[in-house]
């Protein structure tokens, strides 16, 4: 028997498109068998009767001590990673804005002073051009070797310093792909937004719902739409964060279909929550970019899921605190837009998915743990159990029901926007590279033992699959 091995027993463990009773051997950080294990011995044993056995969750938008709309979020390596963990998260990939004037390495040094001694779990970062100077650009093969390939722009929020006009964005997206990277796009319309939201205000029309009537899904489409018109110019390899509306998905599929290097996610809560929320007298809670939508916008963004058209769910944590989201309490404009949502997609993608008919056991490991592994550049070592994986695991009680709410949960807002949803099912445990981090409502691990993700993306996605 080795010393550092670990046997988890008799689960049910999802392994690619299988689902089937078997235990898993870990040695160190690593899975080194899977299967019926019964002459196996380890040091220490884990039984798993009656429970799932998942890869850990991979969370690939996240947007820690993100600073943003005149505030900053509340989520930093500590908290946020702490909240992950806890939502069963072993890696997520940290967005990371280029400061006026900085360069794009400083994305990847300031990351790294934020996270020292404090991440739990293993980390990455997305380096955001805010300015995209011929320097900048130069830098771009340099990040992709530290093992940052994916870079994000905004199509929007001007005023914010992020917008990146769409000459700008082919300039980044050839050198990008050419380096072995993939440009993250926020698909907005400028234009229609800043037209729409000065008429909505100077009309009195400032309540959170507006925010949805200022951003209508022709805003994304459109957005959409020319994202795709620079992936047939450019040939450009192209990833559409937090897509969430239906033209939006069919513009996607046809564009796949066509063979254009374009993938999509969308998120938690637009899966979960509809533009309703935003009518509650605490609608500022559900202010997020792009809005939430309708009902029948949120059918057609499952069935996308279900299908594959939309590759991922990812959370888009972006935790402001109350007393920032108030600042939009007359002002939908004003309000600092995001939800904090890094403990709750495991749990909501299984009780709203898997216990409700609308995903398979498989298909929800693939959209919360596989797909971001794999189309991120983390994949075999993580979003998989796979022998020689690291040994990210989640023990899983499918029968447990329980009530979501912020007492319930881990994340650092003083607020949350899911109170009182009945969940099905929730984590045992959480093992990150065979440690054991999570066991019920316990956090064993310590800060600062998350490492850097170095990240290479696999070959380039050309033509439907
Ligand atoms: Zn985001």
């Not at 390596?77 to 997520?92: D, H, K, N, P, Q």
């Not at 990040?143 to 914010?160: H, L």
């Not at 254009?260 to 996610?265: F, K, N, S």
Request: proline share 4%.
């Amino acid at each position: 028997m080795q010393t550092g091995s670990m046997l988890i027993r008799g689960g049910t463990a999802v392994v690619g498109h299988t689902v089937s009773r078997c235990d898993l051997l870990i040695q160190g950080e690593h899975i080194t068998a899977i299967g019926d294990l019964a002459e196996a011995e380890a040091e220490t044993e884990f039984d798993a009767d009656g429970l799932l056995v998942l890869p850990g969750a991979v969370d690939t938008h996240v947007h820690f001590n993100d600073v943003f709309m005149n505030t900053v979020s509340v989520h930093d390596y500590y908290t946020g990673t702490l909240a992950a963990a806890f939502g069963g998260v072993t890696s997520i990939v940290d967005f990371s804005n280029q400061v006026p004037g900085g360069s794009l390495a400083k994305t990847l040094s300031d990351k790294e002073e934020e996270a020292e001694g404090k991440a739990l779990i293993d980390w990455g970062v997305h380096p955001v051009i805010t300015e995209p100077t011929d320097e900048v650009l130069d830098e771009i093969p340099r990040v992709v070797d530290e093992g940052a390939p994916t870079i994000k722009c905004y199509m929007t929020y001007r005023e914010d310093g992020l917008l990146v006009e769409d000459e700008d964005l082919k300039r980044i997206v050839v050198r990008l792909t050419e380096a072995g990277g993939m440009l993250m796009l926020h698909a907005e319309d400028n234009d229609m937004i800043e037209e729409n939201v000065p008429r909505l205000v100077s009309s009195g029309k400032t309540a959170p719902i507006y925010h949805a009537r200022s951003k209508p899904p022709e805003v994304e489409t459109e957005a959409i739409r020319r994202i795709i018109q620079m992936a047939r110019e450019t040939g450009g390899r192209f990833f559409i964060v937090h897509l969430a509306s239906d033209e939006g998905l069919e513009l996607v599929r046809l564009a796949r279909e066509e063979g254009l290097d374009v993938t999509a996610e969308t998120c938690t809560h637009y899966l979960v929550f509809t533009e309703q929320m935003l009518e509650r007298e605490d609608g500022i809670k559900w202010i997020c970019s792009p809005p939430l939508r309708d009902r029948l916008i949120q059918d057609q963004l499952w069935k996308g899921l279900q299908g594959g058209s939309i590759a991922m769910v990812t959370s888009d944590d972006a935790a402001y605190s109350w007393q920032a989201k108030l600042h939009g309490i007359d002002r939908f404009d004003k309000c600092p837009n995001g939800i904090p949502g890094i403990e709750t997609r495991l749990h909501l993608l299984y009780s709203e998915g898997v216990a409700k008919g609308r995903l398979s056991l498989p298909r929800f490991v693939e959209v919360i743990s596989t797909a971001p592994a794999r189309l991120f550049g983390l994949a075999p070592r993580k979003g998989s159990l796979t022998m020689g994986a690291d040994a990210d695991i989640v023990l899983f009680d499918p029968e447990a029901r329980w009530t979501m709410s912020r007492e319930r949960l881990h994340m650092a807002t003083d607020w949350s926007a899911y109170e009182d949803i009945e969940i099905m099912g929730r984590i045992v445990k959480v093992f990150s590279r065979g440690e054991l981090i999570i066991d019920a409502d316990q956090c064993l691990a310590a800060g600062g033992r998350g490492r850097y993700l170095h990240r290479r993306l696999g070959p380039t996605f050309r033509g439907p699959k």
